[in-house]
Nanobody, 125 residues
Framework: QVQLAESGGGLVQAGGSLTLSCTAS????????MAWFRQAPGKEREFVAV????????YYEDSVKGRFTISRGIGKVMVHLQMNSLRPEDTAVYYC??????????????????WGQGTQVTVSS
């Protein structure tokens, strides 16, 4: 089993920044990809970004490209999501996910076997 712990959510004004963090524990050797998804009220959960552990490749959902950056932490199995130029439409519960290495279907929820509890991000206009 893998446990994921998220932190860093909160309330920010439009144009502001937040950084989310996700730390993995447990059977971390099984992790090849760590990703962020988000779910806005009344909408389905959607892919945001993924970090491929073996080669450092990153992939992003189109609406966050150039504004969000996913990176690995130092010394731990951890990823950060730096979110800049936040917009009200970025408001959602953000979930960390982990699974085996997958550079083809990384945007699908089914590619990940482990999920965090979620952290709320609210962007006010």
């Amino acid at each position: 089993q893998v446990q994921l712990a998220e932190s860093g959510g909160g309330l920010v004004q439009a144009g502001g920044s937040l950084t989310l963090s996700c730390t993995a524990s447990g059977r971390i050797f099984s992790i090849g990809s760590m990703a962020w998804f988000r779910q806005a009220p009344g909408k389905e959960r959607e892919f945001v970004a993924v970090y491929i552990w073996s080669n450092g490749n990153t992939y992003y959902e189109d609406s966050v490209k150039g504004r969000f950056t996913i990176s690995r932490g130092i010394g731990k199995v951890m990823v950060h999501l730096q979110m800049n130029s936040l917009r009200p439409e970025d408001t959602a519960v953000y979930y960390c996910a982990a699974g085996p290495r997958n550079e083809l279907q990384y945007s699908r929820e089914t590619a990940y076997g482990y999920w965090g509890q979620g952290t709320q991000v609210t962007v006010s206009s």
